[in-house]
């Protein structure tokens, strides 16, 4: 076990701290196999994006690192610890939402907590906190059936942010947004990402978005699904939100990624 | 429906039906038809007498007994097996003889075993409801949203927590459904229990009634066993549409 430890930081070389690290992970589902021997480092405090094509085991990953399934081999550490359940160390933001149907905008933020046995009192007002910095503020009262798609993802984005989680896992959370929401989305996001002490984690299928949010993007290729290449944007991060898609680094990337995906699409 | 531009009540056509009895009544064409204002004019008769009050009282006593268990029991038996493969392959079947079986045929059965009392009744009207319950809360189960189980695990939710915040919930509008079916069919296993194993309440009385050909007595009691179901089944269908608003959004 400590050999391929080695082997895998020597050909790996990881700059930086590491909040989750991936290690030789391989996931089965029967004869087909999803992940095979799969390592990755996610560094604290930045954005990682898993982009790939459809099938190439990108969600599965991400609910492994969730603990919502387990590897068939391999393991995941978050902060040194080895783990194999979820835990509160992360949060995950679904792609459908996820949100209980029958509970208002408020419940449905500080469900997280109710389930962590915090008083009513103290995780609403936690909730209320949180609402408002997703810019929901007067709809606590109401249900998620009366709510746009946006507002709905941004009541799973509160009720992942308001556990406070070190790790926010997000599972092509913008994917069934309008395409003018998705943008704003795209934006806050960054504004999230510098302002919370966080560790992002975020599947997607644009390459357009993960180019935009991500301080590193992981591409990985399917049958069986592997990293094939991890790519990190320097010069756009710090000019501004208005400036990135016009940089030539952004539309090069952009390129660079389509030619090595453009073959694994059907 | 609207006729010549005014719009008719809901069940506006039970009058048409009410008049067609009324009229077969006064031909005097059989016994067995009295006429319906003699049958309301019986119904309000007998309505305060201690026999009809006593027969009430062992009829609803009999009735909310059975239906507590069977919901109690149900409820949480439809959502376990809808939850568990293991439990699933084990009692569904039984859960589907037992829907379709003639349980009259197992009242005999019953009386063996738990005696002529009240005690009898209640199971009978336990098993008239508990199927429907069961098998509705199944599938009220089985169409959860899968990311709403895997949410509520992410966010450490423990298995009773899943069960009461997630899966109940989730599960309510088919679980009414259930609920409102099973107490139609109490209504019929409570009656068939008091025919078969002591003759109390209602059964009772319709026992009384019809052995003596009197049919404005019979019919009077059919007629408030009627309001009182047909009441109570359209309470829970009020309030399945209650729920009904999430039902598609889960």
Not at chain 1, 97 to 122: D, H, Q, T
Not at chain 2, 88 to 105: C, K, Q, R
Request: overall charge neutral.
């Amino acid at each position: 076990m400590s050999q391929t430890n080695d082997a895998f930081t020597k050909a790996v070389p990881v700059e930086g701290d590491s909040a989750v690290s991936v290690r030789n992970v391989s996931k089965n589902y029967g004869p087909v196999e999803a992940l095979k021997n799969l390592s990755l480092e996610f560094p604290r405090g930045q954005l990682t994006s898993l982009l790939g094509p459809s099938g190439c085991g990108k969600t599965t990953l991400l609910k492994i690192i969730a603990g919502l399934l387990e590897p068939t081999s391999g393991e995941i550490e978050i902060d040194g610890k080895i783990i194999t359940s979820p835990g509160p160390d992360r949060a995950f933001v679904f792609q459908d939402f996820a949100l209980l149907p029958w509970a208002s905008v408020i419940r449905n933020v500080a469900f997280g907590l109710e389930l962590r046995g915090v008083a009513k009192s103290e995780r609403e007002a936690i909730a209320e906190k949180y609402i408002k910095n997703v810019g929901l503020s007067g709809f606590e009262k109401a249900y998620p059936h009366e709510l746009s798609g946006g507002m709905r993802q941004r009541v799973g984005l509160a009720r992942a942010l308001s556990v406070d989680a070190q790790v926010l896992l997000l599972d092509e959370p913008f994917s069934a947004v309008d395409e003018q929401n998705r943008r704003k989305f795209q934006e806050d996001m960054l504004e999230l990402v510098r302002q919370e002490n966080k560790t992002f984690i975020f599947v997607t299928h644009s390459i357009e978005e993960a180019v935009y949010v991500s301080d590193q993007i992981a591409i990985l290729l399917p049958r069986p699904s592997r990293v094939s290449e991890i790519i990190r944007p320097q010069s756009f991060r710090g000019t501004g939100i208005e400036n990135i898609r016009r940089s030539p680094e952004y539309l090069d990337i952009v390129d660079e990624i389509w030619a090595s995906l453009r073959n694994y699409v059907e | 429906m609207t006729v010549y531009g005014y719009r008719l009540p809901g069940m506006s056509s039970l009058l048409l039906w009410a008049l067609l009895w009324e009229i077969v009544g006064r031909t005097g064409w059989t016994f067995f038809i009295p006429p319906l204002s003699d049958v309301f004019i019986t119904l309000f008769d007998v309505i305060g007498t201690p026999a009809f009050l006593k027969a009430m009282y062992e009829t609803a006593y009999a009735f909310f007994a059975g239906v507590f268990f069977a919901v109690i029991i149900g409820i949480p038996v439809g959502i376990l097996i809808g939850k568990s493969r293991l439990l699933d392959e084990l009692i569904l079947p039984w859960v589907n003889i037992f829907l379709s079986a003639p349980l009259t045929a197992l009242v005999p059965v019953l009386m063996v075993l738990f005696g002529f009392g009240m005690k009898s009744i209640i199971i009978t009207t336990t098993l008239f409801a508990i199927w429907i319950i069961i098998l509705n809360s199944r599938a009220g189960v089985k169409q959860i949203n899968r990311s709403l189980v895997d949410m509520a695990r992410s966010f450490g939710a423990s298995p009773v927590d899943a069960f009461f915040k997630i899966y109940f919930w989730a599960a309510l509008p088919e679980i009414l459904g259930g609920v409102r079916i099973g107490v139609v069919r109490a209504v019929k296993g409570v009656i068939i229990g008091q025919l078969l194993i002591s003759i109390v309440g209602f059964g009772a009385l319709f026992e009384l009634y019809s052995n003596n050909f009197m049919m404005e007595h019979f019919w009077a009691v059919l007629i408030v066993l009627f309001a009182v179901a047909f009441t109570m089944s359209e309470f829970l269908a009020y309030l399945e549409r209650r729920v009904s608003y999430y039902a598609a959004s889960r």
